[in-house]
C-alpha cells in the first residue's frame, strides 16, 4: 500500500465520517462544522486527483462562503425567533432504508460496468488547461455562470430585505 | 326536353313558394291556387310532351370519380315515362281542385301545409317518373314515401292517423331496404346505375349474371314494398287514414304504381331472371285473390277501395312477371284513372254522409244522382265491363298472362275478376240503393261543383278512353276470341251474385257465408297478418330493444359510472400523497430512480 | 494510487448519506446541508473520471457545479430566512404550503 493510497483511505474516512456527523449531530451548529470538515476533505481528495486549482476553489467557495453563509443564517434565524434551533431527525429508518437501496443501486451500476480503465497519466497543467477551456469553447457557458450568479445575488437580497 | 323540364319544376317552384312564403302558406286556399296554377300549366306541358314526338334522355355528371363519374342524372322521356306524366298532373291537378271543396273546413295554414306536401309529392312523383338512372330513381322514391308519410298523418293530431303514417312509412322502408341493397349491388357489379347503359348491357350479353338474381329479387322488394304486394300489402289499408284525395292520389292512382312502373322500366333485365319473374306474378296473383277477398267483408268504403288497389296492384305485377309488362302498364294508367275517379266519389260520399260505413249508408241514389251515376261508371270500369277502360286493360292482362303460359296465374286473376265484380257491385247496392238507413243528422247532398267537377271530368276520360280502344281496337295485343266473353261473364256474374244478395236480396248473405265461414272468418281478420306483425313487433323488436335498453341501463351506463366512481376514487387517493412536504417528494424522487434501477436491470441488453 | 471504482464508492457513500440527511432532517437548513453533502459526492465523481480519461471538461464542469451550489445556497437560505420570518419555525414537516 502506496502513501498515497494510505492517504487517499485516511482521507475517504474523514470525509465519511463528517458527513455522517452532519446529518446525525442533533446540534445544527455542530452540523455546519462538520460540513465544513467534509468540503475540506473533499477537497484533499481533489488534490489526489490531481486537481489543485479545484481544491483551491472547494477551500475559497464551499468551506470559506457556503460555510460562512450557513453559519450567518443560523444566527440571523436564531434572532429572529430568540432560541436554539432544533436539529431533529425523523423516520431515521425509512430513511436509512432508502438511502441505502440508492446506494446499492448505484454500486450495483459499477460493479456491472466492469473494471474501468487504465488512468490516463495525468495532465501536465491542469490549471492552465483549465483556464484555456473557460476562455475558449466554454466562455459562453461561463459568461452565463456569471449571470446566474448575478441573478442568485440579486434573488437572495429581494427574498431577505426587510419590508 | 324544356317542356320536361318545366313539367318537374312548376311543382317545385309551387312547393318552394308555399314552404317557404309564409304568408301565403298561412292563406291555404291561395296556397291551393298556386298549387293548381302550377298544375294547370304542367299537365298542359305534359300533354304537350306526351303528344309531341320528343323522346330523348339528358345525363348529367353527379358524383365524381375515377374514370367518369359515380352517379349520373338527369331525365329519361320514352313511351312509359311521357303517359305517366300525364297521368301524374291530370291526377294532381283534379284531386288538388277537388281538395279545396273537400277540406274547406280545415284551418287555413293547415290547408297551406297540405298544399305543400301535395306540390312536393307531384315533384316527387314526375322525378322519379322521369330518373334515368337507378340511384335517382331511389331518390325520389324516397321522396314520394316522405309525402305519402306526410299526408297519411295529415290529421297528426289523430292517433289513428299518426300509427298509419308510421306504419306505411316502415313497411315500405322495409322494401326501401332490398332496393337499395339491389342497385348497390347491381353498381358494383356494372359499375353504373343508367338504365340505358344497363339495357345495352342486357342486349349485347354483356352483363354478369351470376348474382343477378339476388339483386332483381331485392330491387322486387323495393316494388313490392311500394305497390303494397303480399306481405308488404298491410300498410295500404290504413294508409286510408289521411284524406280522401290523397288516397285517390297516392294510394290509388300513382305512388303505388311506382312498382309496378319499376318492373315495367327494368323489363330488360328481369327477362333474364325468369325465376324472379314467376316470383313477380305469382305474388302479384296471390295479392290480388288476397285482397279482393278482403275487399268482400269489409264495410269501410275507403278499405273496400284500398283492397281493391291492392288486388289490381297484383294485376299489374302478375302482368308484369308474366311477361306482359305493357300490359300491365296499361293497366296502371287506365286504373288510375277510374280508381281516382272511385276514390274521389267515395270521398263524395263520406263528404255527404259523414261516414265511411256502407252500412250506414242507403239510398244515396235518391239525393246523390250524379255521384252514383259517376261511382257506377267506375265501378264498371273497375270490374271491367265493355266498353270502359277497365275492360281494355284487363283483358290485356288476361290475355298476356294467357300468353304467357301461366294457367295457374290465369285461373286466379280470373277468379279475382270475379270477386272484383262482386265486391264493388256489393258497395254500390248498399250504399246507393240499400233501403234508407238513417244518415244521422247529416243531409246528403250534392258536392259542390270544385268536387264534381273533377269527377265528371275523370268520368268522361274513363268512357272516353274505353270508347277508344272500343272503336279503335288498338293495341298490339290480340287476345284469342274467348277471353273478351270471358271477362264479360266474370264481371257479369259477379255483379249478378252482388244483385242477388245485396240488391234483389234473393239470396240471403248467410247462406253464402257459411259454406265459407273459414275464409270469411280469415278474411275479416285480415288474414291474421297484421296480428302476427304485432306479435313479432312486440316480441322480437320491443324484446330486443329491451335487451338493449338494459345492456344499455345496467351494463354501458354501469361500465361507465364504475369508471367515473374509480377516477373521483383515484383522484381522492392521489390528492392524499400530496402531503404538501418537501420531503415526501424528494421520497417519491428516490422511489423514481429505484424504478429506473430496475427498470434498467429488466430491460439489459444480455 | 488507489481504482477509479475506490473514489466511485465513497462518493457513492457521501451520495447515499446525503440523501439519508435530506430524508430524515426536520429543518431546513439541515436539509440544505444534505443536498451540500450529495453535491459534493457528484464532484468527486466528475473530477475522479476527468482525472481518469485525461479530460480537462470533468474539473470544468465540477467547476460549475461548485458556482451553481454557491447561488443555490445563497437563494435557499435566503428563503428559509423569509419563511423564518412568516411563519416562525424552519422545521420542514410544518411547511406543507404544497399540499394537494
Known sequence: MTAATLGFWATAVVLLGSSLAVVLTPNLFHSVLFLAVALVATGVIFLFLAAPFLFGAQLLLYAGGVVVLVVFAIMLTEKIVGQRIRQASHGLVNGAIVAAAVFVGIV??????????????????????????????????????????????????YFARED | ?????????????????????????????????????????????????????????????????????????????????????????????????????????EPMPSLGRYYAYQSLFAFSMLGLVLSPTYLQMFVFWELVGLCSYLLIGYWYTRPAAARAALKAFWTTKLGDLGFIAGIVMLWSATGTFEFDALFRMAREQTLPLEGLATIMFLIYLGAAGKSAQFPLHVWLPDAMEGPTPVSALIHAATMVTAGVFLVARSEPLFVLVPGVLALIARVGAFTALLAAT????????????????????????????????????????????????????????IHAVGTNDIFRMGGLWRVMPQTGVIFIVGTLALAGVWPLAGFFSKEAILAGVWAGGRSGVFVVLALTAFLTAFYMFRVVFIT????????????????????????????????????????????????????????????????????????????????????????????????????????????????????????DRYLVDGLLNVASAGTLRAGDALRRIQSGQAQDYVYGVAFGVLFLFVLAQWWRTP | MPGLFAYLVVAALVFAIGLFGVLTRRNAVGILLGIELMLNAVNINLVAFARWHGDVVGLLFAMFTIAITVAEVAVGLAIVIVIFRVRRTIDADRLDLLRG
Not at chain 2, 65 to 79: E, I, N, Q, R, S
Open chain 2, 1 to 105: 326536353m324544356a317542356s320536361v323540364l318545366l313539367v318537374l319544376g312548376l311543382p317545385l317552384a309551387s312547393f318552394l313558394a308555399i314552404a317557404l312564403v309564409r304568408p301565403l302558406r298561412r292563406r291555404g286556399r291561395a296556397a291551393g291556387w298556386v298549387g293548381i296554377t302550377a298544375m294547370i300549366v304542367a299537365l298542359a306541358e305534359a300533354l304537350r310532351t306526351w303528344l309531341g314526338s320528343t323522346r330523348g334522355t339528358v345525363i348529367l355528371p353527379w358524383l365524381p370519380g375515377d374514370g367518369g363519374p359515380m352517379a349520373t342524372v338527369g331525365l329519361l322521356l320514352d313511351d312509359l315515362s311521357a303517359p305517366m306524366l300525364v297521368l301524374v298532373t291530370l291526377v294532381s291537378l283534379l284531386v288538388q281542385m277537388y281538395s279545396l271543396a273537400y277540406l274547406h273546413d
Open chain 2, 294 to 349: 278482403m275487399a268482400c267483408v269489409e264495410s269501410d268504403i275507403k278499405r273496400v277501395l284500398a283492397y281493391s288497389t291492392i288486388s289490381q296492384l297484383g294485376f299489374m305485377m302478375a302482368a308484369a312477371g308474366a311477361g306482359a309488362p305493357d300490359a300491365g302498364f296499361f293497366h296502371l294508367l287506365t286504373h288510375g284513372v277510374f280508381k281516382a275517379l272511385l276514390f274521389l266519389g267515395a270521398g263524395a260520399v
Open chain 2, 432 to 551: 246507393f240503393f240499400g233501403h234508407g238507413h238513417p244518415h244521422g243528422e247529416a243531409h246528403p247532398h250534392e258536392p259542390p261543383w270544385l268536387m264534381r267537377g273533377p269527377l265528371w271530368l275523370l268520368a268522361v276520360l274513363t268512357v272516353a278512353i274505353g270508347l277508344r280502344f272500343a272503336i279503335g281496337g288498338g293495341g298490339e295485343h290480340h287476345p284469342p276470341g274467348w277471353l273478351a266473353a270471358l271477362s264479360l261473364a266474370l264481371a257479369a256474374g259477379g255483379f249478378g251474385l252482388a244483385w242477388a244478395m245485396y240488391g234483389a236480396r234473393w239470396i240471403p248473405v248467410e247462406a253464402v257465408r257459411r259454406p265459407l265461414a273459414v275464409i270469411d272468418f280469415l278474411a275479416r281478420r285480415r288474414y291474421f297478418l297484421d296480428a302476427i306483425y304485432g306479435a313479432i313487433y312486440r316480441g322480437v323488436m320491443l324484446g330486443f330493444a329491451r335487451l338493449i335498453g338494459w345492456i
Open chain 1, 108 to 157: 450495483g451500476f459499477l460493479v456491472q460496468a466492469g473494471p474501468p480503465p487504465a488512468a490516463r497519466p495525468p495532465l501536465s497543467d491542469v490549471t492552465a488547461a483549465l483556464g484555456r477551456e473557460i476562455v475558449g469553447p466554454y466562455a459562453a457557458a461561463f459568461e452565463l455562470l456569471g449571470v446566474l450568479l448575478v441573478a442568485a445575488l440579486l434573488g437572495a437580497l
